[in-house]
T-cell receptor
Framework: NAGVTQTPKFQVLKTGQSMTLQCAQD?????MSWYRQDPGMGLRLIHY???????DQGEVPNGYNVSRSTTEDFPLRLLSAAPSQTSVYFC????????????FGPGTRLTVT | GQQLNQSPQSMFIQEGEDVSMNCTSS?????WLWYKQDPGEGPVLLIA?????ELTSNGRLTAQFGTTRKDSFLNISASIPSDVGIYFC?????????????FGKGTHLIIQP
C-alpha cells in the first residue's frame, strides 16, 4: 500500500495562474479531505468529500475547487492563484469519516509570487 | 468555529525526561487525535481517542480523553532524540464525517543533548 500520495512535492506559480494538486489513496477510503498549513495557524480544512460524486466546503474554501469522480482520487484546483495561497497543502483520507482517524499524504509546498 | 488551545507552544527538554502537553477546546468533542509531524513530512497519527475518560498508550506515548470532553493530554516518557518534532492535537464533534478535524497549533518539542 502506498497510502496517500500527492504530486507535485513543490510548485511555484505566478499570480493569476491556475493549477491542480493531485491526491490519490489506495486504501479504499470513502472520506478524503484537503488541508492547508500555514505558520502559526495549524492545519485548516479546505474541502472534503464523503464519497465519489460528493464534495463540500470546509473552513477556508475560497479560491479552491474540488471534484471526486473516483474513490481513489481527490484533486484540488486553484482557479487563479494569489500570494495568500502560498502554503503547504495536505491531502488526507479516512475509512469512516472526517471525525475519525485521518491519514495524511506528504504534502505539496506551493509558492505564489 | 471551534477553537483548540494547545500548550505549551514549545518545549526544550533533556533526553530521558518525561514530556506532557495538552489541548483544551471551547466546545465538546467526540474524538481526540494526536499527530506528530517531522520537517517536510505530513502528520502521522499517534493515538486516537473516542470515549470520554479513555486512556490509551502507544509505546512510550500515553494520551487521555478528558472527562469533560473539552480537553486531552499527551505524555511521552523517557524522551529520545527521534521524539523531536511538532505534536498536534485534533478534535472532531461529528463522527459521521461532516466537519473534519479541528487542529491545535502544535507543540514544538526540542531535545537538548
Amino acid at each position: 500500500n502506498a497510502g496517500v500520495t500527492q504530486t507535485p512535492k513543490f510548485q511555484v506559480l505566478k499570480t493569476g495562474q491556475s493549477m491542480t494538486l493531485q491526491c490519490a489513496q489506495d486504501m479504499n477510503h470513502e472520506y478524503m479531505s484537503w488541508y492547508r498549513q500555514d505558520p502559526g495557524m495549524g492545519l485548516r480544512l479546505i474541502h472534503y468529500s464523503v464519497g465519489a460524486g460528493i464534495t463540500d466546503q470546509g473552513e477556508v474554501p475560497n479560491g479552491y475547487n474540488v471534484s471526486r469522480s473516483t474513490t481513489e482520487d481527490f484533486p484540488l484546483r486553484l482557479l487563479s492563484a494569489a500570494p495568500s495561497q502560498t502554503s503547504v497543502y495536505f491531502c488526507a483520507s479516512s475509512y469512516s469519516g472526517g471525525g475519525y482517524e485521518q491519514y495524511f499524504g506528504p504534502g505539496t509546498r506551493l509558492t505564489v509570487t | 468555529g471551534q477553537q483548540l488551545n494547545q500548550s505549551p507552544q514549545s518545549m526544550f527538554i533533556q533526553e530521558g525526561e518525561d514530556v506532557s502537553m495538552n489541548c483544551t477546546s471551547s466546545s465538546i468533542f467526540n474524538t481526540w487525535l494526536w499527530y506528530k509531524q517531522d520537517p517536510g513530512e505530513g502528520p502521522v497519527l499517534l493515538i486516537a481517542l473516542y470515549k470520554a475518560g479513555e486512556l490509551t498508550s502507544n509505546g512510550r506515548l500515553t494520551a487521555q480523553f478528558g472527562t469533560t470532553r473539552k480537553d486531552s493530554f499527551l505524555n511521552i516518557s523517557a524522551s529520545i532524540p527521534s521524539d523531536v518534532g511538532i505534536y498536534f492535537c485534533a478534535g472532531a464533534y461529528s463522527g459521521g464525517g461532516a466537519d473534519g478535524l479541528t487542529f491545535g497549533k502544535g507543540t514544538h518539542l526540542i531535545i537538548q543533548p
